[in-house]
């Protein structure tokens, strides 16, 4: 079984262009299982279970909803595999940027909405920079010369992605999309590994800690001038 | 300056219409220098058909279309790396949303292109030539009007983006000079389609498809009579144009210019 997380900002596009992606699958034969994990709430388990597809959904409520996908992704796994699935795809919404989902075996895509702007590229880290796939959505609004700005600016920040320009509208660059879906290896959970590792986060807010006042504030802190201290014992 | 070979003929085949059927056309070449115009109601599959050839699809798209360039099927890499892609695309819908100056932007683009930074000037000047209000380098590319953003628009990818293939999906509504800018795209041998339902840019192509639930129905080859219609819209096209001006400004229209009371007599 081979296995597709697909991560990108809420609403830049992930469900509507899986959508056409599944679709094209599905004539082609395949069997598909998808995951959508979000952080507090989803529609998109209606739209996918119209696909007459097995549908599954993880609300990682108030944990990182990428550390979330990881610890469960042995269950994830082993669910798809019940269902007889070739093919597991995984959604999830990144939200911070410093963390990606993306695991050694699976086919990383990330999905980026080309209406954000040019900086954007460079705020959105390890989700963009360490995917095989980026997918750029909503390209049919904005000009010409932006979209080759943005793509100029996708692959400084990751030049090895593969880019694909598509319309979660139209189903354009959908097939595209699915024809690299076969290029990755069958998923082996006893060796999957993370790519990015995820960042520091042992400081008493992580705790549950709500006071502002510098005084409370215990473990790795980073100043807002760049400078890191550790408080604590 | 020249980043790319011009194409000499990009041609279309082998798709199906809505209803499964193998569209009457089945195939269509286009030549370079060549405009050509794609008309059909709403729905009709104007926009797929612009959609495969953005794609060069390869039989891999709804309407299974295969396209070819210079009589060869198109490689991998000129189907997916961006900087071989050989199409531009502009449409009514494009906005600008960068948060930039006009320079600045163009600069920028020009860059990403590895295009001389001198060719900026030009294209705020070639734009200047299509819309009536002026567009200065400083201006934020967010407050430009519609007919500048679309002026501006077309100069760029005649200058910058200056792919063989341009892709034009409706820009009809636009504020700009329509019949110069469709001149200024298909400028340098490129290859120009136009999906339009406004004579004034279908008269100018040299043949038109005409779409139908889905598929290409039939090609029509403009006549000489559509041509010399053609050259009067243009006319009617910069007058309504210079009203726009003047409206704007606040000043009152109350003559007639010759061209209408020409057209008048000829019709009577
Ligand atoms: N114009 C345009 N709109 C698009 C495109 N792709 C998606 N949209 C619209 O963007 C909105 C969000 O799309 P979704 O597919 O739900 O986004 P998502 O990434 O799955 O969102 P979450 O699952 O909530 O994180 C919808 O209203 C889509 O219709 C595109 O290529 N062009
Ligand atoms: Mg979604």
Same mark, same amino acid.
């Given at each position: 079984?081979?296995?597709?997380?697909?991560?990108?900002?809420?609403?830049?596009?992930?469900?509507?262009?899986?959508?056409?992606?599944?679709?094209?699958?599905?004539?082609?034969?395949?069997?598909?299982?998808?995951?959508?994990?979000?952080?507090?709430?989803?529609?998109?388990?209606?739209?996918?279970?119209?696909?007459?597809?097995?549908?599954?959904?993880?609300?990682?409520?108030?944990?990182?909803?990428?550390?979330?996908?990881?610890?469960?992704?042995?269950?994830?796994?082993?669910?798809?595999?019940?269902?007889?699935?070739?093919?597991?795809?995984?959604?999830?919404?990144?939200?911070?940027?410093?963390?990606?989902?993306?695991?050694?075996?699976?086919?990383?895509?990330?999905?980026?909405?080309?209406?954000?702007?040019?900086?954007?590229?460079?705020?959105?880290?390890?989700?963009?920079?360490?995917?095989?796939?980026?997918?750029?959505?909503?390209?049919?609004?904005?000009?010409?010369?932006?979209?080759?700005?943005?793509?100029?600016?996708?692959?400084?920040?990751?030049?090895?992605?593969?880019?694909?320009?598509?319309?979660?509208?139209?189903?354009?660059?959908?097939?595209?999309?699915?024809?690299?879906?076969?290029?990755?290896?069958?998923?082996?959970?006893?060796?999957?590994?993370?790519?990015?590792?995820?960042?520091?986060?042992?400081?008493?807010?992580?705790?549950?800690?709500?006071?502002?006042?510098?005084?409370?504030?215990?473990?790795?802190?980073?100043?807002?001038?760049?400078?890191?201290?550790?408080?604590?014992? | 300056?020249?980043?790319?070979?011009?194409?000499?003929?990009?041609?279309?085949?082998?798709?199906?219409?809505?209803?499964?059927?193998?569209?009457?056309?089945?195939?269509?070449?286009?030549?370079?220098?060549?405009?050509?115009?794609?008309?059909?109601?709403?729905?009709?599959?104007?926009?797929?058909?612009?959609?495969?050839?953005?794609?060069?699809?390869?039989?891999?798209?709804?309407?299974?279309?295969?396209?070819?360039?210079?009589? #060869?099927?198109?490689?991998?890499?000129? #189907?997916?790396?961006?900087?071989?892609?050989?199409?531009?695309?502009?449409?009514?819908?494009?906005?600008?949303?960068?948060?930039?100056?006009?320079?600045?932007?163009?600069?920028?683009?020009?860059?990403?292109?590895?295009?001389?930074?001198?060719?900026?000037?030009?294209?705020?000047?070639?734009?200047?030539?299509?819309?009536?209000?002026?567009?200065?380098?400083?201006?934020?590319?967010?407050?430009?009007?519609?007919?500048?953003?679309?002026?501006?628009?077309?100069?760029?990818?005649?200058?910058?983006?200056?792919?063989?293939?341009?892709?034009?999906?409706?820009?009809?509504?636009?504020?700009?000079?329509?019949?110069?800018?469709?001149?200024?795209?298909?400028?340098?041998?490129?290859?120009?389609?136009?999906?339009?339902?406004?004579?004034?840019?279908?008269?100018?192509?040299? #043949?038109?498809?005409?779409?139908?639930?889905?598929?290409?129905?039939?090609?029509?080859?403009?006549?000489?009579?559509?041509?010399?219609?053609?050259?009067?819209?243009? #006319?009617?096209?910069?007058?309504?144009?210079?009203?726009?001006?003047?409206?704007?400004?606040?000043?009152?229209?109350?003559?007639?210019?010759?061209?209408?009371?020409?057209?008048?007599?000829?019709?009577?």
């Amino acid at each position: 079984m081979k296995l597709v997380i697909v991560a990108g900002t809420p609403g830049s596009g992930k469900t509507s262009i899986l959508v056409h992606a599944v679709r094209l699958l599905k004539e082609r034969g395949a069997s598909v299982s998808i995951v959508k994990i979000d952080c507090l709430a989803t529609d998109d388990d209606e739209r996918y279970s119209r696909l007459a597809i097995p549908t599954l959904v993880g609300l990682a409520k108030d944990v990182c909803p990428d550390h979330f996908t990881v610890y469960n992704m042995e269950e994830i796994i082993q669910w798809a595999r019940d269902n007889g699935a070739e093919l597991l795809v995984v959604e999830t919404a990144g939200l911070c940027h410093r963390c990606a989902p993306y695991t050694t075996g699976c086919l990383g895509v990330c999905v980026i909405d080309a209406t954000c702007g040019p900086n954007t590229p460079l705020k959105v880290g390890p989700l963009l920079s360490t995917a095989n796939i980026i997918v750029i959505t909503k390209g049919d609004v904005i000009s010409q010369a932006e979209r080759e700005i943005f793509r100029e600016r996708l692959l400084e920040m990751n030049p090895q992605a593969e880019l694909v320009n598509a319309n979660g509208l139209s189903g354009q660059g959908a097939a595209e999309l699915v024809a690299r879906f076969h290029d990755s290896p069958d998923v082996q959970v006893d060796s999957e590994r993370l790519r990015h590792t995820a960042p520091l986060s042992i400081c008493t807010l992580c705790a549950g800690e709500t006071r502002v006042a510098r005084e409370h504030h215990r473990g790795i802190l980073r100043r807002i001038d760049g400078f890191q201290t550790y408080a604590g014992e | 300056m020249r980043s790319w070979a011009m194409i000499e003929t990009l041609s279309i085949s082998g798709g199906y219409d809505k209803n499964g059927q193998f569209e009457s056309v089945g195939d269509v070449q286009i030549r370079r220098g060549e405009i050509v115009g794609v008309v059909g109601p709403t729905g009709s599959g104007k926009s797929s058909l612009i959609a495969d050839i953005e794609q060069l699809a390869q039989g891999d798209t709804p309407t299974r279309r295969t396209v070819f360039v210079n009589g #060869r099927t198109p490689s991998r890499e000129e #189907r997916t790396n961006p900087k071989k892609k050989i199409v531009a695309q502009l449409s009514q819908n494009m906005n600008f949303l960068a948060n930039m100056t006009v320079g600045n932007f163009l600069r920028l683009h020009a860059k990403c292109r590895h295009v001389d930074k001198e060719s900026t000037c030009e294209v705020i000047e070639l734009a200047n030539g299509l819309t009536g209000e002026p567009i200065c380098e400083d201006d934020e590319l967010t407050i430009l009007s519609g007919g500048q953003s679309r002026a501006l628009m077309v100069a760029d990818v005649a200058i910058i983006s200056d792919s063989p293939i341009v892709l034009v999906d409706e820009i009809e509504n636009a504020g700009i000079k329509k019949h110069d800018a469709l001149k200024l795209l298909a400028g340098f041998g490129k290859i120009v389609l136009v999906v339009t339902h406004d004579p004034v840019l279908a008269l100018m192509a040299e #043949r038109r498809i005409i779409m139908r639930f889905g598929g290409m129905v039939k090609i029509v080859q403009t006549t000489k009579g559509e041509k010399l219609v053609s050259q009067n819209l243009k #006319r009617i096209d910069e007058w309504m144009l210079t009203l726009r001006e003047q409206v704007r400004q606040g000043e009152l229209i109350e003559e007639v210019p010759d061209l209408v009371s020409a057209l008048a007599e000829k019709t009577a």
